[in-house]
Every structure is written in C-alpha cells, then in structure tokens.
C-alpha cells in the first residue's frame, strides 16, 4: 500500500514538478517517507499536505524537498551539511545521493527521534547533533554542499565559512512570511549568488537566524 502510494507521490509532486535527476527520483522511490511521521498520520505522508512532526515543526513537502536536493546537484562523493534536521526525511534523501551527511536540529526531541529512524534504516553514514545550525557544524567543515531547511532573515556568515572551494549552499532567505531560494557558489575568488523561486518555510532560530 505504502509502496504505490510513493509512486503516485514520485508520479506526480516529484517528476510531475519538473524534476528530472534519475538518482534524486530514485531516492525518493526508496526511502520510506511514512516512517517519518507519527503512525496516526502514516496514510497522509505521500499526499502533498503539510504534515506536522510536533513541537510546531513539520515535514517539508515532497516537491520542495525534490527541488532543493535537485539544486544541489549531487554525485554521491560529496560531505553535506544539513541545518534543520526535522522528521529525518531529507536527511534520507540526501544520505542516499551523497557521501556523508552532518544534520545540525536545534530541537533535541526531533534529533533525537531523527536519529532513530535513520538507525533503524541503516542510514550509518549520517550524524545529527542538537544546535544552532546558523552557526554552521564547524567540526565537519569543510562541507562541499550546505542546505538550509529553514528560512533565514540573511545568509549565516558561519555556513559561507563552513562551505568548500567549489562548493554550494542552498537557503531560503527573506521575511517570515516569504523567502527565495539563495543557491551560493564558493569560487576561487570569492562566491556567486543567484536567487530563485518563492518559498515558504518555518524560521530558521538562531543568533543569525530569527532571534526568539
Ligand atoms: N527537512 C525537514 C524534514 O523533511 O522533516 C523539515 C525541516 S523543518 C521545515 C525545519 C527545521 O529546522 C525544524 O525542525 C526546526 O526546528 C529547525 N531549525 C530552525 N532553526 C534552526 C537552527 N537555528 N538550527 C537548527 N535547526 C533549526
């Protein structure tokens, strides 16, 4: 049942929105987005509504998902950072198209539970900590793609720092009620910006983020 109810959503708010990577579309056909969400809501985790994960969180939508990791363009050899770790879900995704995965949440419940899940999927090549990802996981750096799951007032100076020479980061940017899509490129000298699509995503908290 789970099965063909994650092809309808490959079918229609994965391809059916412009994605045309075969290894991002293989992703999503393999990971089992269901076992993100709380049972009571498993039927829904393949329609394109906005689920919630607790603690006024949610699960990003299948489509602004496919399209954020599409951007990042991918080759499987590559170190991501994630900020926002969430239900786990892009995690996943990413874990699946990439090297290593560093997920920084600043939720310890929803890190905690994110952890778990990716266990229990064999999904060993990921680490999730609790923090304020606006301040980037300086540890790992530096990382050769760096997505940001959550809105953001300004790019964080930390996640520029924190990104490799040829490297990419993704991030919503703007006021809590709508943001762009920022895709920054680090180059020899210096970095590339180009603003894309509409979006709009929880707030990004933190001391470069949106203060509580
Ligand atoms: N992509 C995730 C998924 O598929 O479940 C959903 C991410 S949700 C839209 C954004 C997440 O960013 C939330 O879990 C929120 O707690 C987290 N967040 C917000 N500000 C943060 C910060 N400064 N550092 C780390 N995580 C943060």
Same mark, same amino acid.
């Given at each position: ?8 959503? +490959? ?8 994605? &045309?990577? /075969? ?23 393949? *329609? !394109?509504? @906005? %689920?919630?994960?607790?603690? !006024?969180?949610?699960? @990003?939508?299948?489509?602004? +998902? ?27 995704? %990413? ?18 539970? =994110?952890?778990? $899940? ?11 900590? +609790?923090?304020? !990802? @606006?301040?980037?996981? =300086? ?5 050769? &793609? $760096? %997505? #940001?799951?959550?809105? *953001?007032?300004? #790019? /964080?100076?930390?996640? $520029? ?21 920022? #895709?920054?490129?680090?180059?020899? @000298? ?7 699509? =509409?979006?709009?995503? +929880? /707030?990004?908290?933190? &001391?470069? !983020?949106?203060?509580?």
């Amino acid at each position: 049942m789970f099965e063909r109810w994650r092809e309808q959503m +490959v079918k229609e708010l994965v391809i059916g929105a412009g994605i &045309r990577d /075969p290894r991002v579309i293989d992703a999503f056909r393999k990971v089992p987005r269901h076992l993100f969400v709380d049972p009571a809501i498993r039927s829904q985790a393949y *329609s !394109g509504k @906005s %689920l919630p994960i607790g603690y !006024g969180q949610t699960i @990003s939508h299948p489509t602004t +998902v496919a399209i954020m990791t599409e951007m990042l363009e991918l080759q499987g050899d590559e170190k991501v950072l994630e900020v926002g770790t969430g239900s786990g879900y892009q995690t996943a995704i %990413l874990a699946e198209l990439a090297d290593r995965v560093f997920s920084v949440e600043r939720i310890q419940a929803l890190a905690v539970k =994110a952890r778990h $899940i990716l266990e229990g999927l064999g999904y060993y090549r990921v680490a999730i900590t +609790v923090g304020d !990802g @606006s301040l980037g996981w =300086a540890a790992h750096a530096p990382y050769d &793609r $760096i %997505l #940001v799951t959550a809105g *953001s007032p300004a #790019v /964080p100076p930390a996640l $520029i720092q924190q990104l490799n020479r040829g490297g990419r980061l993704i991030i919503p940017v703007g006021d809590e009620n709508h943001q762009i899509l920022k #895709v920054i490129e680090k180059t020899d @000298s210096g970095f590339t910006e180009v603003e894309l699509e =509409a979006f709009k995503f +929880v /707030p990004l908290i933190g &001391r470069k !983020g949106w203060q509580l």
